[in-house]
């Protein structure tokens, strides 16, 4: 997304607003019915350990159900959730969803089960932003130690000081902070030592860039290098191929998340997996 400065806050520009309105006015109320009918469904991609090969984590990932275009993705609704401020309310569901989901497998028997959900700018700069999502974490007897809310380093750009208190207050009660497509925003790295920060999120873009250790691999290089030195876990996004897998293994990179081990999927698919404790995320 490109950012600019609206009269009213910040306001979100994509493709979607260069759709005809005719056809927004129809997926804005299509949206609506959606989130009536229940078509919002929460899909689950496994975030694996490098070194054991065993799910540690689940990333929530919003899809829609949509009864006559089939199954849509984020960025064909998100965009317009967002402008309507629907987002509020996709994100009211996909949270209740995740808790309940991610919830009931930590209780039968993955108790460090963590559970990563994607948080929009909107959300986030909303004032009652903690307690909002606090309350639906408690509601569903979710433990906060097991919840990583992941967002964005334009969002903390945005207004540092602000973000900074919320971070403090989730980070107080046992939520961890997650960094995500981290290398490509506009950001200074400075707030990386003054903020809560528990995680570094690679963006896929430079995984796709490690080939056989070449130039390419600079950048996961030292983004590895300086969570090492930080402190601060690291999971890699996009894994694809073998090749990466084994080069961000060598590196130290605690986790690894793509298609080489699966898509994300329905919650059903997952749980099948979880149940057998002794599963390797392999077979995924
Ligand atoms: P993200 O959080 O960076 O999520 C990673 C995206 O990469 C996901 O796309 C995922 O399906 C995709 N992906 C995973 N592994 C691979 C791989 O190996 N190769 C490739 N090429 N792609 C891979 P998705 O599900 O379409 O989501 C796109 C973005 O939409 C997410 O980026 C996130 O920013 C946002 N999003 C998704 N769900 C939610 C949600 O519930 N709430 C909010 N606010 N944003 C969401
Ligand atoms: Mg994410
Ligand atoms: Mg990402
Ligand atoms: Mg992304």
Redesign the pocket.
């Known amino acids: 997304h490109v950012k600019a400065r609206g009269k009213d806050g910040y306001r979100f520009f994509s493709e979607s607003m260069s759709i005809d309105s005719v056809h927004r006015l129809n997926l804005e109320r299509d949206l609506r019915l959606a989130l009536e009918r229940n078509e919002l469904k929460?899909?689950y991609?496994p975030q694996v350990c490098s070194t054991t090969n065993r799910v540690v984590g689940l990333?929530?990932?919003?899809?829609w159900q949509h009864p006559e275009r089939g199954l849509l993705?984020?960025?064909d609704f998100?965009p317009l959730a967002?402008e309507t401020r629907l987002?509020s309310q996709?994100?009211e569901h996909?949270?209740d969803q995740?808790c309940k989901d991610v919830g009931q497998w930590i209780r039968e028997g993955n108790p460090d089960l963590r559970l990563?959900?994607?948080?929009?700018p909107v959300?986030v700069e909303h004032p009652r932003f903690v307690e909002t999502l606090m309350q639906r974490v408690t509601a569903h007897g979710f433990p906060a130690k097991n919840l990583e809310i992941?967002i964005?380093e334009n969002v903390i750009m945005n207004d540092l000081e602000q973000i900074s208190q919320k971070l403090r207050e989730l980070a107080t009660l046992g939520v961890r902070i997650a960094i995500?497509?981290f290398g490509t925003g506009y950001s200074s790295l400075n707030y990386l030592h003054r903020l809560p920060i528990h995680t570094l999120?690679v963006?896929?873009s430079f995984?796709?860039a490690i080939r056989g250790g070449e130039d390419g691999a600079c950048i996961v290089n030292a983004i590895v290098a300086m969570a090492h030195g930080l402190k601060l876990e690291i999971v890699a996004?996009?894994?694809?191929t073998d090749e990466q897998l084994e080069y961000l293994r060598s590196l130290g990179c605690h986790q690894v998340?793509?298609?080489?081990y699966g898509?994300?999927r329905p919650a059903n698919e997952i749980s099948q997996t979880l149940c057998n404790p002794n599963a390797e995320a392999v077979s995924f």
């Open positions: 929460v899909f991609q990333e929530a990932l919003v899809r993705y984020p960025r998100l967002e987002i996709v994100s996909v949270m995740a990563a959900v994607n948080l929009s959300q992941e964005t995500d497509d999120k963006d896929q995984v796709k996004e996009g894994v694809e998340q793509g298609f080489f898509p994300a």
